[in-house]
């Protein structure tokens, strides 16, 4: 299940890119694939702490792939990106109750 969970954050992650769409609107669809894979989990009897453990490793995972992203320097871009302000981007759209 964690493997099949991971392949969906991957395949938002490229449709994100591929497409374009906002950070807002891409930050909250990590969120949740992540809380479906945990309801689906918990629903199949696997245990609270190990799926909460895969919940916040595909949040990770998805975090580390939209951070690799933020740092690809685009042309238009007049100063380098930067990591810590990916990571707080990112972090803040996923507190925010939007689902």
Do not use: C
Not at 17 to 43: F, G
Not at 60 to 72: P, Y
Request: no cysteine; charged share 35%.
């Amino acid at each position: 299940m964690k493997e099949f969970a991971l392949a969906l954050i991957e395949r938002q992650h490229q449709f994100f890119v591929d497409e374009t769409i906002d950070n807002s609107e891409h930050v909250p669809a990590i969120k949740r694939i992540a809380a479906t894979a945990y309801q689906y989990l918990t629903a199949k009897g696997v245990s609270s702490e190990i799926s909460t453990k895969i919940r916040k490793e595909l949040i990770s995972h998805a975090r580390k792939l939209f951070i690799k992203g933020w740092m690809t320097p685009l042309d238009e871009d007049e100063e380098p990106p930067d990591e810590e302000e990916a990571r707080r981007t990112f972090d803040q759209l996923l507190k925010k109750k939007n689902d």
